[in-house]
């Protein structure tokens, strides 16, 4: 498959699932109308097949005419290109007569969009907190959006350069991994961090130089369905060596999404004399590119 064909069905299912433009977490009522209107044969109408291709064609429109960017950019919440799309898919409804039925657009829509809901300003300033917690964190990151997710309204937090022999970018896409220092960072202790790396030139692997600190911790690496566990003593090192594959091709740029995970943790105020560090460390991370 080309790269288009790779783009282009990553999109079709990042529009629906997708955790930061998918019609799931952000449009789950026209979800649910668009599913109802396909199940429902009896009560279907002729014209509903109009509605219901037009916003077939909205949706192909968007996705092959900005792949890169179908929802509006990092400083918007959902997909703002389809909100006035959104409206139309409302119109497949068909008749309810279950009220627990016509419950459930409500109730998953609240899981969503809750943390949005009930705090709207903050939301909107901070557009990719609430993709860090709940039920959208399970959600795929969509790999074809890399430059414009919520988290590069955060400077600290995208586009991060690291490597020495071969340079390439980190996106962390939470806040259970603190920022550089030097050539690491941290991940935070008893936590999961997820990340972005992006790089231009081909690369066959990445090595993971792993330090504890005062507490023991258990690092688990994952990469699609692979993972690799290592454990580590107060104080000890370890070198975790990640087989990569072609990645995903994003603007002649390669890019995989990793998780780190660190079960134990410290904070360097209560266990180091002299330490001003407040912050709760699992275990160091040194990343570096193999050709």
């Not at 997909?79 to 009220?99: H, K």
């Not at 955060?154 to 020495?164: C, E, L, M, S, T």
């Not at 939470?174 to 050539?183: M, Q, S, V």
């Not at 134990?264 to 004399?273: A, C």
Request: glycine share 10%.
């Amino acid at each position: 498959m080309g790269v288009f064909g790779r783009v282009f069905s990553h999109n079709l299912a990042y529009f629906v699932i997708g955790r930061n433009s998918g019609l799931l977490p952000y449009f789950f009522p026209g979800l649910f109308a668009a599913i109802a209107f396909l199940l429902a044969r009896r009560s279907r109408r002729p014209w509903q097949w109009l509605v219901f291709g037009a916003v077939v064609a909205e949706i192909l429109l968007l996705v092959v005419w900005i792949p890169y960017n179908y929802f509006g950019g990092g400083g918007v919440l959902g997909n703002r290109y389809f909100m006035n799309t959104y409206g139309a898919l409302l119109f497949l409804l068909p008749p309810i007569e279950s009220v627990a039925l016509a419950l459930v657009p409500w109730i998953v829509g609240t899981l969503f969009c809750a943390q949005i809901t009930f705090n709207p300003f903050f939301a909107s300033f901070n557009p990719a907190e609430h993709t860090k917690q709940g039920l959208v964190r399970w959600l795929p990151v969509e790999l074809t959006l890399v430059n414009d997710l919520p988290i590069n309204t955060q400077g600290n937090r995208a586009r991060i350069w690291f490597g020495q022999s071969r340079r390439f970018q980190i996106y962390f896409l939470d806040d259970n991994a603190y920022g550089r220092e030097g050539l690491s960072f941290w991940v935070r202790g008893q936590s999961r961090a997820d990340i972005l790396v992006k790089t231009v030139e081909p690369a066959s692997a990445l090595e993971l130089d792993f330090a504890s600190g005062e507490a023991a911790t258990t690092v688990t690496v994952s990469l699609g369905w692979s993972s690799q566990r290592v454990d580590l003593a107060p104080h000890a090192t370890a070198r975790v060596s990640v087989p990569l594959d072609e990645g995903f091709p994003y603007n002649g740029t390669r890019v995989w999404k990793l998780s780190i995970r660190s079960t134990g943790g410290f904070v360097p105020y209560f266990t180091m004399p002299g330490s001003g560090d407040i912050r709760f460390l699992g275990v160091q991370v040194t990343p570096e590119l193999r050709p």
